[in-house]
């Protein structure tokens, strides 16, 4: 059974910065490598639906951001650890959110930027910037 788990979350000022992890793991991801499957990030705050933050294909050179985070996220990866990362710097507080792994793992041609695009999620970790 694959499984992604997200670590890193935590409670950080405004202007401070979190470094979330994503680790995955079962028989599709070491069958076929980590690098075959392009991934992302979304969140989800409080009363507001899922919403895009980044994305990074399975080479890890192509990768996209949600203008809201453009500038101040960097996602990467490591698929020899099958690890994927988020580092979140000059946090706001509307960054406050349940921040998602995904991996899409069948091929979907789905735009990555909707989450109907991966059909592998994570539990989530909480991110919460206070002012």
């Known amino acids: 059974q694959e499984q992604l788990v997200e670590s890193g979350g935590g409670l950080v000022q405004a202007g401070g910065s979190l470094r979330l992890s994503c680790a995955a793991s079962?028989?599709?991801?070491?069958?076929?490598?980590?690098?075959?499957?392009?991934m992302a990030w979304f969140r989800q705050a409080p009363g507001k639906e899922r919403e895009f933050v980044a994305y990074i294909s399975g080479s890890g050179l192509t990768t996209n951001y949600a203008d809201s985070v453009k500038g101040r996220f960097t996602i990467s990866r490591d698929n020899a650890k099958n690890t994927v990362y988020l580092q979140m710097n000059n946090l706001k507080p509307e960054d406050t959110a349940v921040y998602y792994c995904a991996a899409d793992l069948g091929g979907n041609p789905t735009s990555y930027t909707h989450s109907s695009a991966f059909n592998s999620w994570g539990q989530g970790t909480q991110v919460t910037v206070s002012s």
């Open positions: 079962g028989r599709t991801f070491s069958r076929y490598g980590m690098g075959s499957f392009r």
